[in-house]
């Protein structure tokens, strides 16, 4: 999520898989007969636990935090790993690290590390750090978010195979001490070593069983929880972890997910006392109900760094044309989809970059502009050499918000293009693969921000074969300007280059951008502490119910 991204990515808010990140698996009715079961047996124990019970509209694909690249993962990843720094109030804070000293040149962070223990009782090593870095920038892994360490020197060349892994510069120099040499200054790293792609993993649990993170009894994490229960596409738990060096300051003893992919009976479960908690950040609110519960005052809703998008194959005809690709996006009306399926102001994009860190707030061309994205089809339709399209088909993830959009803009194209278009919709799993393999023309996906810098939307179409980059698409100016925007230490001059590339990006246009996202939420009001930070990410250490 973001992320993701991920999602990645709910469909109202973050379209969620997600990740960052945005899909769902189905629940049977005894699925969700037994999960309240459950949750109203823990609630009424003489112990008193502290039972937070939510939803997650997907199976999480993984609870590994090198392989994550979703929000629902990484809300799993999150409660149950802890990285050398975490975000609170959206600020990083020492976490796995009790002190970090930073080079003069801003090249060299050393973490020192605090006594803290694995879920089963392993010291927390730096060698476990420097172990699950080069892990993820070890080809034979295929991390899809191993361009996030890139920041560290060689990082990108030992992913590539130009070096081995031992040139990387991230060094355990004994237990409790992790020296990380950067590429260059890089004035948000400790926000990126909060992001679960930075998270360490047990050295000897991951060498000794290669599955050890798709299920609860062999999962082990460093974090304020610790999964106890995993029945696939059903329900998961997480539960306090008692070697948690914080524990003091962790007030839940419990989180319960079920698994229903669908909002309506998601916010049904909410409405009955099944849940604490529905819609954002890992799921939506189904949309034919957001005006009544915002005239309620019920819903809560703040702004993310998070773009809806659809991605165009541009390795397969006809989106391997550019004009055509424009001419799908320009004849998209996104303000009329906003005021009348997601309600919950959210902005058109008419760029790629969202506007906490926005290039040029006013966008890159007009919403709706039928009659230039009518020239535009007839003129690319011209360059290849055809008088008909081939047949077009819009996927997305099963979710009755991701429906509801693609179908307004299915009439849309066929309203403004004269074009009919298929719609396809499978599970998340299936999706994102699906996606990656490059089986698909027009693919639904959010991106939320890992951390809120416009480099984080941009890098993730530099390289055609990028873990993220679906689209397949390249430009060598666009790459240029990536990397001389790393160099740049004035940030005046590196917004210009930033703004020059996110200008190429939507000129070209591998993707449609189609709105900036919010998350939006109804909970009870007993539920305290939650945090959902402005990248759309959610964190259970400091949440408590208070009944």
């Not at 030992?158 to 004035?187: C, F, H, I, R």
């Not at 991951?206 to 082990?220: M, Q």
């Not at 194209?413 to 278009?421: A, E, T």
């Amino acid at each position: 999520m973001k992320k993701t991204v991920f999602a990645l990515i709910s469909s109202i808010t973050m379209l969620s898989v997600a990740m960052a990140g945005c899909g769902a698996p189905g629940q049977s009715s005894s699925g969700e007969q037994s999960q309240g079961e459950n949750s109203a047996a823990s609630d009424s124990g003489s112990t008193e636990k502290k039972v937070l019970r939510m939803n997650f509209a997907s199976e999480p694909p993984t609870a590994d935090p090198g392989l994550a690249e979703d929000s629902t993962s990484g809300a799993v990843v999150r409660a149950t790993f802890e990285g050398l720094t975490r975000l609170k109030d959206n600020k990083p804070i020492e976490s796995a690290a009790e002190k970090i000293d930073v080079s003069e040149d801003g090249l060299t962070y050393t973490f020192h590390l605090r006594d803290a223990k694995w879920s089963n009782g392993d010291p927390v090593t730096a060698q476990d750090f420097e172990f699950a870095w080069k892990r993820v920038l070890d080809p034979k892994t295929a991390a899809n978010y191993s361009y996030q360490l890139y920041y560290i020197k060689n990082g990108e060349k030992a992913n590539k195979g130009e070096v081995s892994l031992d040139e990387v510069g991230v060094k355990a120099l004994d237990d409790k001490t992790l020296e990380v040499k950067l590429e260059n200054p890089t004035p948000y790293f400790l926000e990126l070593t909060a992001f679960y792609t930075y998270f360490p993993v047990n050295k000897k649990v991951v060498e000794s069983n290669p599955n050890w993170a798709n299920e609860a009894s062999t999962h082990v994490g460093n974090g304020p929880f610790k999964l106890v229960e995993w029945e696939h596409k059903n329900k998961l738990a997480i539960e306090k972890n008692e070697n948690y060096w914080d524990k003091d300051n962790v007030k839940l003893d419990r989180v319960e997910f079920s698994m229903v992919n669908d909002s309506n009976t998601e916010l049904q479960m909410y409405e009955n006392g099944e849940l604490d908690w529905a819609g954002a950040p890992l799921n939506s609110l189904p949309v034919d109900v957001v005006p009544a519960l915002k005239e309620e005052g019920k819903v809560i809703t703040q702004p993310i760094a998070g773009t809806y998008w659809y991605k165009f194959n541009t390795e397969q005809p006809p989106f391997n044309n550019v004009k055509i690709r424009k001419a799908f996006a320009y004849a998209i009306n996104r303000q009329a989809i906003i005021d009348n399926i997601l309600q919950l102001n959210q902005l058109p994009a008419l760029g790629a970059v969202p506007q906490s860190m926005s290039l040029n707030p006013d966008g890159y061309f007009k919403d709706n502009d039928v009659e230039t994205a009518k020239k535009l089809l007839a003129e690319g339709m011209q360059e290849l050499g055809i008088s008909k399209l081939p047949e077009i088909t819009l996927s997305y993830n099963t979710d009755s918000n991701h429906e509801k959009i693609a179908q307004a803009i299915q009439d849309q194209w066929k309203k403004n293009l004269g074009v009919d278009v298929k719609l396809a919709n499978t599970e998340w799993k299936v999706y994102i693969e699906d996606l990656h393999q490059g089986k698909f023309q027009i693919g639904r996906m959010g991106w939320l921000g890992d951390f809120n810098d416009p480099i984080n939307f941009l890098e993730l179409f530099k390289d055609k074969y990028g873990g993220n980059n679906d689209t397949r698409w390249e430009n060598a100016q666009f790459k240029e300007l990536l990397n001389q925007s790393a160099l740049e230490k004035d940030p005046a001059k590196r917004k210009e280059i930033l703004a020059q590339a996110e200008k190429i990006f939507v000129d070209e246009m591998p993707v449609a951008p189609i709105y900036f996202y919010t998350d939006s939420w109804v909970k009870q009001d007993y539920v305290k502490g939650v945090q959902v930070s402005g990248l759309g990410d959610i964190d259970f250490k400091w949440a408590d119910i208070e009944k």
